[in-house]
């Protein structure tokens, strides 16, 4: 089997697909063509492979054939070395893993002089090999033989016979993998402070004194232990159990020597082998498990920020309205941008109704006066510091409205990022004469309106909604990151004649030059009146076309299907569909009963399959349907400003801004974020939080618990409410359903403890370890 049919194979394995749709994926990528595209318009090529398989693909691809790189480069070194067997050559054709792969190299891997190379140089590999012959001989009496000029003593001898013995256990691929498969199932991490930094360390209080098992450790635990080592607060150690794993472990060495009986050279094999374990090969293998609990909660935590990411750019938008974006401030001011329906900024003020000015008055009139003149639909205000008395003076101007007057709708608006932006060089270009804190009112306003149009003016990273973020790898971030991005925009499709450069750059085939280049043609020749006119850009051609034209939407132009995302190849096919019921485009929309009348098969054909037909169907129905949800907004209580003014039991409602491997965060409008633990997200047993909420939901939360000095609310989301002490749920008692799954005849299974910080249960509704870890979320 080639090395393309392997890759092929292995991938159709991993997401559930058939060799031939992943050849057939692989084909249509190198040529050139963006996971969209092939999602949405090669469905008949791939059997319907969907983005989400068609992303793990293209992400596993590139590791196989990196993979299948190194595995030509060790073929040709072991050649040239003319030791390759044709069990080497196996061996090295069937690893699976990176790991698999060195580990049958490492013996032939040039390396520099070892104690093993200079053993053998001294003439002791046939003393190794006579002890290895020779089980009942006493080694140090086969050793005398060996003590010449090089080897002054028994001693040393039998040292340089161990040397190189250990050398060729570490080396043992098949050895190695047994091992590491043991840790990984049975290792643990032990985690102690370093003495004297118990107070600067206090936020990494869990890890002081901690023992858990390495497979279970879950990413954000393993992200938090690894910031705590690299700011010197912990030190800590991966390995076996020191009273059974280690001996089983020195055990699974010893195999490889072969030592049977009492005699005297097989006690030396036995301890040569607890020597090999303790001096070279458990710190090897550490390393290894280190860099894959490295990779893993990596992958983790991406996976986390990913999804968070994806629900942030496909909330509700609150539509094309005028709105008036405020970025709260207190000594420097309230910074409002007016906005109208398309984004466009028609003015920008600054307002001071707090101290040291303190010009209430002046700012609740300039409120009122925007409102009147701009026919304000909307009001965003910037969720960082002041916005709750910025909301409360908005509330209040907004009451000394008119009667006849149509009140704007307050929301409360992430500002995640808004600063990055602020000053960043896409802003400068877009607004070279504001301010830049007057560009955060801008955003504010405009994220509101759209907020996948704003947003992706902004680095992914820099958005924050995801779990130590800055510790894992950034390239890797970076790729998962842009691929949410892209798939978010093309979901959506993108408006052609009032888009920005920056959300044209996400459309699938199109680069950032072309993004703008295809602004500037616009703003030279007017609006595009058809998608076929996009030919005429410069640098755009029937490649990028074919790629980007199907996302891009043009309303009331020459071409009715330029508003759907029909793709231009099929338009005539969408006309036979047209024709067959009947009546035209417009006159379908307002009745859609005699779509779903058609036969789809009936128009199969050999360029368009069941899929594409069945695809244009649905979109004849509601052509350039928008897949994100209706816009609804959190009501904050008006009494309620500062977590000092929470109380334990309040209900309140709240928007969630953040989901965690742990659970998810929710802002409540007091300036802090609580937490809703994963225990605490249902009266049923939650293993993904994603199961439940995503961010931007506006959810109903219940106080469980306020930490004024150290800022912290704990929240809660179940229906069932905590019982007296000694009720099944009491915190730290689940109740039926709560954890774990039941078991035949409704019996549920004991509660699962979570090690706390010194080896106690974290409960739920408490600032157990579990709330604690929600430290550094951002």
């Not at 040529?31 to 008949?44: H, I, M, Q, S």
């Not at 006493?138 to 028994?154: L, T």
């Not at 802003?427 to 955060?440: I, T």
């Not at 695809?615 to 129905?621: R, T, W």
């Amino acid at each position: 089997m080639d090395q393309t049919a392997r890759i092929a194979q292995t991938i159709a394995q991993e997401i559930a697909a058939s060799p031939a749709q992943v050849a057939a994926a692989v084909t249509l990528l190198d040529d050139g063509a963006t996971v969209p595209f092939v999602a949405r318009y090669r469905k008949e090529v791939t059997g319907g492979l969907d983005d989400t398989q068609l992303r793990n693909l293209s992400e596993r691809l590139v590791y196989l054939r990196a993979m299948d790189d190194r595995r030509d480069a060790i073929v040709k070194s072991i050649r040239e070395q003319d030791k390759m067997t044709d069990a080497l050559a196996r061996a090295i054709a069937n690893a699976t893993t990176k790991s698999e792969l060195e580990d049958i190299y490492l013996p032939y891997k040039p390396k520099r002089r070892t104690k093993a190379t200079i053993a053998r140089e001294n003439g002791l590999g046939p003393l190794r090999d006579a002890i290895l012959s020779d089980h009942d001989a006493d080694p140090a009496q086969i050793a005398a033989r060996f003590v010449n000029e090089a080897v002054p003593s028994v001693e040393e001898a039998l040292s340089g016979a161990r040397d190189i013995i250990v050398e060729e256990l570490a080396e043992t691929a098949e050895l190695r993998k047994d091992l590491r498969d043991y840790l990984r199932k049975e290792a643990l991490v032990t985690t102690k402070v370093i003495k004297g930094k118990e107070e600067d360390g206090a936020k990494f209080s869990d890890y002081f004194d901690r023992t858990e098992k390495w497979a279970d450790m879950p990413a954000h635990r393993a992200l938090a232990l690894m910031r705590a080592v690299n700011e010197g607060v912990i030190r800590f150690d991966i390995g076996p159990d020191k009273e059974t794993g280690q001996p089983r472990c020195e055990a699974m060495v010893a195999k490889e020597l072969k030592p049977a009986g009492t005699g005297p050279g097989n006690q030396w094999l036995r301890d040569v082998a607890s020597y090999a374990w303790k001096s070279k090969i458990s710190m090897t293998l550490t390393t290894d498990l280190l860099a894959d609990l490295r990779v893993r909660a990596h992958e983790e935590a991406i996976a986390v920020f990913a999804r968070n990411l994806k629900d942030l750019l496909l909330a509700a938008p609150a539509g094309a309205k005028p709105t008036l974006g405020l970025d709260p401030g207190i000594r420097t001011g309230v910074k409002a941008a007016v906005i109208d329906a398309t984004g466009k900024v028609l003015e920008t003020d600054t307002l001071y109704p707090f101290q040291p000015r303190k010009d209430l008055r002046g700012a609740q009139a300039k409120i009122v006066e925007l409102v009147g003149r701009h026919g304000i639909a909307f009001i965003a205000i910037g969720n960082g510091t002041a916005s709750r008395e910025t909301d409360k003076m908005v509330a209040d101007a907004l009451a000394g409205l008119p009667k006849d007057t149509a009140k704007p709708v307050k929301v409360i608006v992430s500002e995640a990022g808004a600063s990055v932006y602020s000053a960043s060089e896409i802003a400068a270009k877009e607004f070279p004469e504001l301010d830049v804190s007057l560009r955060g009112a801008v955003s504010i306003a405009r994220r509101l309106q759209d907020p996948l149009s704003e947003l992706v003016k902004i680095e992914p990273n820099a958005i924050g909604v995801g779990q130590y973020q800055h510790d894992v790898d950034q390239k890797r971030l970076a790729r998962a990151l842009d691929a949410v991005v892209e798939d978010a925009v093309n979901a959506v499709g993108v408006d052609l004649n009032t888009a920005s450069a920056p959300l044209l750059a996400h459309v699938s085939g199109l680069t950032t030059g072309l993004a703008e280049a295809i602004v500037a043609y616009r703003d030279e020749n007017g609006p595009f009146r058809t998608r076929e006119a996009l030919l005429k850009v410069p640098r755009l051609g029937p490649k990028v076309f074919e790629q980007c034209a199907g996302f891009l939407r043009i309303r009331d132009g020459k071409e009715p299907l330029d508003a759907s995302s029909v793709h231009p190849e099929a338009y005539d096919l969408a006309r036979k569909i047209v024709i067959a019921c009947g009546r035209d485009l417009r006159a379908i929309q307002s009745n859609p009963e005699t779509l779903r009348r058609v036969e789809a098969e009936r128009f199969v054909d050999d360029r368009f399959g069941l899929p594409t037909v069945r695809d244009i169907l649905g979109e004849l129905e509601k052509p350039g349907r928008d897949p994100r949800p209706s816009f609804k907004t959190a009501s904050f209580a008006e009494d309620v400003n500062e977590v000092s003014d929470l109380k334990p039991g309040m209900r309140l409602e709240g928007t969630v801004t953040n989901v965690a491997a742990f659970g998810a965060f929710v802002d409540i409008g007091v300036h802090q974020d609580g937490l809703v633990h994963v225990s605490q997200l249902a009266d049923r047993f939650v293993k993904d939080p994603h199961e439940v909420v995503k961010a931007g939901d506006v959810v109903q939360v219940r106080v469980t618990e306020v930490d004024v000095a150290r800022n912290r609310i704990g929240l809660s989301m179940r229906k069932q409410a905590e019982q007296p002490k000694g009720r099944r749920d009491q915190p730290g008692n689940q109740p039926a359903g709560a954890r774990g799954k039941p078991r035949a005849g409704g019996k549920q299974k004991p509660p699962k403890k979570d090690a706390g910080p010194r080896g106690g249960e974290a409960t739920t509704g408490s600032f157990g370890a579990a709330l604690r870890e929600a430290m550094e979320k951002k």
